[in-house]
């Protein structure tokens, strides 16, 4: 799809939204906005302290708790225990975290101009260790994992972050942090040559 219909399309779905009833004004069912938190499951609660933490969400309004780790069952209980509904945060591109893939399908992570592995050679920051879309296991993986958590009952959805690759430029407020000028795409933020078929796979 074209970016002017593409902008098309949304204009009218925003348009075909904002005649609901409620959505605009907001309803006590059907709130207009509805507030969400950020916590980290990494934290060292039990299920007690989880709910502590999530009736003081309740009571100041908040809806939704979003979390990245930790453990899903107590966390999620927890949550749901106080009525908030529980996400899941999913890093999907960059992998970091991800010690499985690291270790066992190293070939799935970028290759900068450089010819040079994010996992072996994180850019900007240690954490920037990305696998490349363009290979068909990479793909089936994710996959997989993504639709592991949308199975679980006891996740209300997951939000998939990183979709991308790295940045090849950086915003240019950020450039002095890190000490870079960057007018022009230098090799070593330049992902991905790893030589898997992304051109090929895009035109299918
Ligand atoms: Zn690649």
Redesign the pocket.
């Known amino acids: 799809m074209k970016r002017r219909d593409f902008l098309r399309t949304a204009a009218g779905a925003a348009t075909a939204l904002g005649a609901l009833p409620g959505r605009i004004q907001g309803t006590a069912q059907e709130p207009a906005f509805t507030l969400w938190s950020w916590v980290s499951g990494n934290r060292d609660y039990d299920a007690d302290d989880w709910r502590q933490q999530f009736a003081r969400l309740r009571e100041a309004g908040f809806h939704a708790v979003l979390s990245g780790g930790g453990n899903r069952e107590i966390v999620s209980a927890a949550a749901h225990a106080e009525g908030l509904e529980y996400h899941r945060w999913f890093w999907t591109m960059n992998r970091n975290g991800d010690f499985w893939a690291k270790e066992n399908h190293p070939e799935w992570f970028?290759?900068s101009r450089n010819l040079e592995s994010s996992l072996e050679k994180p850019p900007y920051v240690n954490y920037y260790r990305w696998v490349?879309p363009?290979?068909a296991p990479v793909r089936e993986y994710l996959s997989g994992r993504v639709g592991e958590l949308a199975a679980n009952p006891a996740i209300d959805g997951v939000h998939l972050d990183y979709v991308r690759h790295c940045d090849v430029i950086l915003p240019r407020g950020l450039w002095d942090q890190y000490n870079l000028v960057q007018d022009v795409e230098h090799p070593e933020f330049d992902f991905?040559?790893?030589g898997?078929s992304?051109r090929a796979h895009i035109l299918l």
């Open positions: 970028t290759v490349c363009s290979r991905c040559y790893c898997g992304y």
